[in-house]
């Protein structure tokens, strides 16, 4: 077992800027599946790929994870103004989040947005509750307004809070159990 430099820095991610404190990235001595390092952190998110495997952040951010095990961290539905790029680093050089549900990426401003984590109810700026309250359209006002102020971030039900990168707007839906 290779132990991690001291000091070794998580590598970066655009679209996921803090994987450690969202969970998706963990403590762990131990070996990477592609790499066979053990450098003090593994990607404890969903692998979508037909072994499973505990890999590095390392590997994540460089690809080589996706390359060698056909894999994806999440599943990313863009429109049709997103580069096709984009999306590619999303699904394989990002770390992606366990969600209730099956995850998903939000997108603004044609790029992805970067992924903070999820929030309650409480922690939900005007811009994401008024995401959350568009999404439950057709709902009742008053059940709107309970539900939204369910949101947990332990719980369930609970919210996905983004920014988009190009203008800084709060994105956010929700999901439970």
């Not at 450098?39 to 690809?63: H, M, N, Q």
């Not at 050089?93 to 929030?119: I, M, N, V, Y």
Request: contains cysteine.
């Amino acid at each position: 077992m290779t132990p991690a430099p001291l000091g070794e820095r998580l590598p970066s991610f655009r679209y996921h800027p803090k994987p450690l404190f969202t969970g998706s990235v963990d403590w762990s001595d131990e070996e990477c599946a592609r790499c066979g390092k053990a450098r003090g952190f593994l990607y404890k998110g969903p692998i979508y790929s037909e072994k499973t495997v505990r890999v590095c952040p390392w590997c994540v951010a460089d690809g080589s994870a996706a390359e060698t095990f056909d894999a994806t961290f999440t599943d990313a539905e863009a429109p049709g103004d997103v580069p096709d790029e984009v999306v590619d680093e999303i699904c394989r050089r990002t770390p992606g989040f366990s969600a209730w549900q099956e995850g998903r990426w939000l997108f603004h401003c044609g790029d992805g947005a970067e992924f903070l984590g999820r929030r309650g109810g409480d922690e939900l700026n005007t811009a994401a509750r008024k995401a959350i309250r568009e999404e439950l359209r057709g709902w009742p006002d008053d059940q709107i307004d309970w539900y939204v102020d369910a949101l947990s971030r332990d719980g369930s039900p609970t919210a996905y809070l983004f920014r988009c990168r190009v203008c800084g707007t709060h994105l956010a839906y929700s999901d439970s159990t």
